[in-house]
């Protein structure tokens, strides 16, 4: 089937479907339901297929517009996966990154936090594809104020994208994963859900909460051959540091001073690392950890004085 034949298919199918409201406090965003599916066979690019148990390998990314889930989808791409991106904005960027590397994708824009739209994604992967190899609940929403000024509802926004939304892609992947015997699904935490960061009640709390939901999806899932790993960033160069820089929560040097390493984070840094636990080749027997991925940040109990003295 043609690429124009298949979009045309999957937005019938889209317009045939239920449209619900939010399941999960409304937020703004595009149409919950909307799917581009931008397969590729190019002229110098073939369709890449790699097989695991004789068929394709699949991963499904979040927040894969861009920043970490743009790199990760990209890396990703260049292992063979075939990819559905999942973002509230438009992936197209991603998408023409990925699909030169020849492997096949689609795009599901929406919120993730709604049920709607993570239902839709999995029947989307469930009928182009047949199986969910690899999940990254990438996709995530800063908030940073002092505790005493935040309000429950923005409170409860931070864990609806940050926590309860990976619930329900991993619930939804990980039934086709349990049904396989097989699946890896990779939480992107936080250095801030290891230790406390002050102004960042939700997200902290937010982060805590991957983590355990992470151990406890290994402990449940892990005996069925579906393992669940977190990796968590310290401070990395994204559109979202920018943001955050711009309202005044810190500076690059405030950043560099306190890391060992002396800089922030790059996306590919992150993104081998998520690339890694995905692979049950490189990583079959690693389930339920959170790795700090922070240039041994949060492992460094030297004084800052000291810290410099060193480098
Ligand atoms: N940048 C950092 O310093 C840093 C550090 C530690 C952890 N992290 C975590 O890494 C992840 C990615 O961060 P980033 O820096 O690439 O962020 P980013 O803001 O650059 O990108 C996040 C992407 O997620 C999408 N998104 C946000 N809310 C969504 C929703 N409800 N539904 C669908 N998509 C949504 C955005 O549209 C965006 O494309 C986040 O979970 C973040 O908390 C980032």
Request: proline content about 3%; glycine content about 12%.
């Given at each position: 089937m043609?690429?124009?034949?298949?979009?045309?298919e999957c937005i019938a199918f889209l317009e045939g479907g239920q449209r619900e409201k939010s399941d999960f406090f409304s937020t703004p965003g595009p149409d919950p339901l909307q799917i581009r599916d931008w397969t590729h066979k190019s002229n110098h690019t073939r369709t890449r297929q790699c097989d695991t148990l004789g068929g394709m390998k699949v991963a499904i990314v979040t927040g894969a517009a861009q920043g970490i889930g743009r790199k990760t989808a990209e890396i990703l791409a260049g292992a063979g996966y075939a990819l559905l991106l999942m973002d509230l904005q438009g992936c197209s960027e991603t998408l023409a990154a990925v699909t030169a590397q020849g492997v096949e994708a689609a795009e599901i824009l929406g919120d993730i936090s709604q049920e709607t739209v993570v239902a839709r994604a999995a029947e989307a992967v469930r009928s182009r594809w047949g199986r969910a190899d690899v999940l990254v609940n990438n996709a995530g929403i800063s908030f940073i104020a002092p505790a005493e000024t935040v309000e429950g509802g923005a409170f409860l926004r931070v864990l609806a994208v940050n926590l309860v939304a990976p619930f329900l892609l991993s619930k939804a992947f990980g039934a086709m994963m349990l049904e396989q015997g097989s699946g890896s699904i990779v939480n992107v935490a936080s250095i801030a859900g290891l230790v406390g960061i002050s102004d960042r009640s939700a997200y902290n709390?937010?982060?805590?909460?991957?983590?355990?939901l992470t151990r406890t999806l290994a402990a449940e899932w892990g005996g069925r051959g579906v393992r669940c790993n977190a990796v968590c960033p310290g401070w990395v160069k994204t559109e979202m540091d920018v943001a955050d820089q711009a309202g005044g929560g810190y500076t690059d040097a405030d950043i560099e001073g306190v890391n060992p390493m002396g800089r922030f984070a790059a996306p590919e840094d992150i993104a081998r690392a998520i690339l890694f636990l995905a692979d049950p080749e490189q990583s079959g027997f690693i389930n339920g950890q959170a790795l700090a991925i922070d240039g041994g940040w949060t492992v460094d109990g030297s004084w800052q004085s000291l810290r410099l003295r060193k480098r």
């Amino acid at each position: 089937m043609g690429c124009s034949a298949k979009l045309n298919e999957c937005i019938a199918f889209l317009e045939g479907g239920q449209r619900e409201k939010s399941d999960f406090f409304s937020t703004p965003g595009p149409d919950p339901l909307q799917i581009r599916d931008w397969t590729h066979k190019s002229n110098h690019t073939r369709t890449r297929q790699c097989d695991t148990l004789g068929g394709m390998k699949v991963a499904i990314v979040t927040g894969a517009a861009q920043g970490i889930g743009r790199k990760t989808a990209e890396i990703l791409a260049g292992a063979g996966y075939a990819l559905l991106l999942m973002d509230l904005q438009g992936c197209s960027e991603t998408l023409a990154a990925v699909t030169a590397q020849g492997v096949e994708a689609a795009e599901i824009l929406g919120d993730i936090s709604q049920e709607t739209v993570v239902a839709r994604a999995a029947e989307a992967v469930r009928s182009r594809w047949g199986r969910a190899d690899v999940l990254v609940n990438n996709a995530g929403i800063s908030f940073i104020a002092p505790a005493e000024t935040v309000e429950g509802g923005a409170f409860l926004r931070v864990l609806a994208v940050n926590l309860v939304a990976p619930f329900l892609l991993s619930k939804a992947f990980g039934a086709m994963m349990l049904e396989q015997g097989s699946g890896s699904i990779v939480n992107v935490a936080s250095i801030a859900g290891l230790v406390g960061i002050s102004d960042r009640s939700a997200y902290n709390a937010s982060k805590h909460g991957l983590i355990g939901l992470t151990r406890t999806l290994a402990a449940e899932w892990g005996g069925r051959g579906v393992r669940c790993n977190a990796v968590c960033p310290g401070w990395v160069k994204t559109e979202m540091d920018v943001a955050d820089q711009a309202g005044g929560g810190y500076t690059d040097a405030d950043i560099e001073g306190v890391n060992p390493m002396g800089r922030f984070a790059a996306p590919e840094d992150i993104a081998r690392a998520i690339l890694f636990l995905a692979d049950p080749e490189q990583s079959g027997f690693i389930n339920g950890q959170a790795l700090a991925i922070d240039g041994g940040w949060t492992v460094d109990g030297s004084w800052q004085s000291l810290r410099l003295r060193k480098r």
